[in-house]
């Protein structure tokens, strides 16, 4: 989801396309310029915000214990299976990017790809993504990632034209890759990795429904129903977004709680926190381009600041380093849920 929804914003343009809809690709390009396509349709500069999260999931889990080739091979495999969800989706939302202004110049759309070739290359990236996590990390984290993919094409991508109950689905996609970080690291599902996902997937809903927000009408002429289209007056829409906004406090506090983070990742989150959910106060009041853009970007920032929180206080190490004595110190708990068997490995 996390990948589906940036993207939005990166081709926010209304030039007419260079191809017309049914023109056909050039017979002979280049490997640079498809290349080129390969990550467009991969939408690899999202697909990097989803290797980022698993990323610290890794190295929350691994707490500073790094095995740099399994950290390797899970970048590689995240990116190779985040790149083919991203392309399958939009090969099977070809006719309905067409409609819409932001979205209608994409390779498929605008013709600089063939369906035959986007497919081909949407179930390779998958196919040997999942292949790379198998056989560098483990059985769990390629099965998790298995889990995203069939969701993600096959539940989110049809859900996205039928009820506004298809955010909540696709924030499961995006909640999913820190935990396939933290399961690289150690082989289980424990108590932080959930609590993670958590605060992913929390935090997509405000994301989101901001960016639905600001261009409901070009959703509406995808045929999409995103919330704002059952909500014409956007107040169920700001009050989700508020809400959401509201409950990362507890959640992200949690990662302290259970000493995964330390003080100093605590009391900056809350301060952090509070002001992302006071702009989805603002928005939830005055539903207007300007504040859902505001609570969009805000969104943007948040996520990198609280994660980059998260990997330099691992353990209270900030407090430390300060010479500041933490008599509460505790161990990460690392409670299973649920508890998986061995054969995860």
């Known amino acids: ?17 260079s191809h017309a809809p049914d023109e056909r690709p050039p017979a002979h390009p280049g490997f640079g310029l498809r290349f080129g396509y390969y990550l467009e349709l991969a939408k690899a500069r999202l697909a990097a915000l989803v290797v980022l999260t698993a990323i610290v999931g890794y190295v929350l889990a691994a707490r500073g214990a790094f095995d740099l080739v399994v950290l390797g091979w899970t970048v590689l495999g995240t990116t190779l299976t985040a790149f083919g969800a991203n ?11 067409r409609r819409m202004d932001r979205t209608r110049n994409r390779p498929l759309p605008a ?4 369906g035959r070739t986007a497919l081909v290359w949407g179930l390779a990236s998958a196919a040997v993504g ?8 483990n059985h769990l984290t390629a099965g ?24 909540a689905v696709g924030a499961v996609c995006g909640a999913v890759p820190p935990m396939m970080g933290w399961t690289a690291a150690t ?29 409901r009408e070009d959703y509406a002429r995808g045929g ?47 301060v952090v926190g509070l002001c992302f959910a006071f702009l989805g106060l603002t928005f939830a009041r005055r539903r207007v381009r300007l504040t859902a853009r ?29 010479g500041i004595n933490i008599s509460h110190a505790a161990q990460p708990v690392a409670v299973a849920a649920p508890v998986l068997p061995t054969v995860w490995k």
């Open 1 to 17: 989801m996390i990948a589906d929804r940036r993207a939005e914003n990166e081709t926010m343009t209304t030039e007419t396309p």
């Open 187 to 215: 082989g289980q599902l424990e108590l932080g990795a959930w609590i993670l996902g958590g605060i992913l997937f929390i935090w997509q809903v405000p994301h989101f429904l901001a960016l639905a927000w600001m261009y």
């Open 224 to 270: 999409f129903r995103m919330m704002p289209a059952a909500d014409p007056d956007g107040s169920a829409t700001g009050r989700a977004a508020f809400v959401h906004a509201l409950a990362l406090l507890p959640l992200t506090g949690a990662l302290a709680a259970t000493g995964v983070t330390g003080t100093t990742y605590l009391v900056v989150s809350q």
């Open 144 to 167: 998790l990632s298995l889990f995203v993919i069939l969701l993600y094409v096959l539940v989110y991508t049809p859900l996205k034209v039928r009820t506004p109950l298809n955010t």
């Open 130 to 137: 999942l292949v790379v996590l198998d056989l560098g990390t």
């Open 87 to 97: 392309i399958l989706n939009q090969w099977l939302e070809t006719d309905r990017d």
């Open 111 to 114: 013709g600089h790809v063939s």
């Open 294 to 322: 505001r609570l969009f970007l805000a969104s943007i920032i948040y996520l990198p600041v609280l994660l980059g929180l998260m990997v330099s206080d691992m353990d209270d190490r900030l407090a430390r380093l300060a």
